[in-house]
C-alpha cells in the first residue's frame, strides 16, 4: 500500500463548480502538507502550504487538513478552464528535511 | 518560474548506454534534488543535494548517479540506461532543507528503447 493515495481521476467539472480534491495517507508523522499544480508538459508549481491541522485559505483555494483522519483536502471555488490540471498532494515529516512524499495526482478538467 | 533549466528536454537513447542530464540554477539554492515521475507512483525522490560535493540518496537510487561541482548545476546520470528508466525526470531547487518549498523545472522526458 502506498503511503500517499490519491484518486488519479479524471474529475471534470462545469465552469464556476467548486473542485474537491483530497489525499489520504498512512504515516502518522506526517505534518507538512501542500499541492502543487502541474500543467501538461510543465513541471509541478506549489499552491498551498499548510502545517498540521487545520484550514488555509487563499484567494479561490483552501486546504485543509484532518491528522486525526490522516486526510488532507483541496477546495477549488469558482472554478475555471485554467483551473484545468493535476494536482499533487504532498506531505513529509518533520525531521524529513525536504523529501517530500508525493501522491499520484489528480486529473481535473474544467469545462467552459 | 524559478531560474531552473533542465537539458537535453527530450532525449531517446538504446538500453546499456550511459546518459546524462542536466539540471542549472541561477537563484544560488544551496538544495538541488532529483525525482521522476511515472503514471501511477507520483513523483519520486532520486537524489539530492546540500551543498557542492555533497549529495545523498532517495528512495528510488538504484542504477543512478549524481554530481554537484557547483552550486549552480547537478547532474544526474543513468550509467547503462535500462527501460525501466523511461520516465519524466524533475530537477528541483530549495532555500533550505526545511520548510522552504520546492521549486520544479519543466523536465526531461527520457525514452529508453
Known amino acids: 500500500q502506498k503511503e500517499v493515495e490519491q484518486d488519479p481521476g479524471p474529475l471534470s467539472v462545469p465552469e464556476g463548480a467548486i473542485v474537491s480534491l483530497n489525499c489520504t495517507y498512512s504515516?502518522?508523522?506526517?505534518?507538512?502538507f501542500m499541492w502543487y499544480r502541474q500543467y501538461s508538459r510543465k513541471g509541478p508549481e506549489l499552491l498551498m502550504y499548510?502545517?498540521?491541522?487545520g484550514n488555509k485559505e487563499d484567494g479561490r483555494f483552501t486546504a485543509q487538513v484532518d491528522k486525526s483522519s490522516k486526510y488532507i483536502s483541496l477546495f477549488i471555488r469558482d472554478s475555471q478552464p485554467s483551473d484545468s490540471a493535476t494536482y499533487l498532494c504532498?506531505?513529509?515529516?518533520?525531521?524529513?528535511?525536504?523529501?517530500?512524499?508525493f501522491g499520484g495526482g489528480t486529473r481535473v478538467l474544467v469545462k467552459p | 518560474d524559478a531560474g531552473i533549466t533542465q537539458s537535453p528536454r527530450h532525449k531517446v537513447t538504446e538500453t546499456g548506454t550511459p546518459v546524462t542530464l542536466r539540471c542549472h540554477q541561477t537563484?544560488?539554492?544551496?538544495?538541488m534534488y532529483w525525482y521522476r515521475q511515472d503514471p501511477g507512483h507520483g513523483l519520486r525522490l532520486i537524489h539530492y543535494?546540500?551543498?557542492?560535493?555533497?549529495?545523498d540518496k532517495g528512495e528510488v537510487s538504484d542504477g543512478y548517479s549524481v554530481s554537484r561541482s557547483k552550486t549552480e548545476d547537478f547532474l544526474l546520470t543513468l550509467e547503462s540506461a535500462t527501460s525501466s528508466q523511461t520516465s519524466v525526470y524533475f530537477c528541483?531547487?530549495?532555500?533550505?532543507?526545511?520548510?522552504?518549498?520546492?521549486?520544479f523545472g519543466n523536465g526531461t522526458r527520457l525514452t529508453v528503447t
Open positions: 528541483a531547487i530549495s532555500e533550505s532543507g526545511d520548510v522552504s518549498p520546492l521549486h
Open positions: 504515516n502518522s508523522a506526517f505534518q507538512y
Open positions: 499548510t502545517y498540521s491541522s
Open positions: 504532498a506531505m513529509r515529516e518533520t525531521a524529513a528535511g525536504n523529501k517530500l512524499t
Open positions: 537563484e544560488n539554492h544551496r538544495y
Open positions: 543535494s546540500y551543498g557542492v560535493k555533497d549529495t
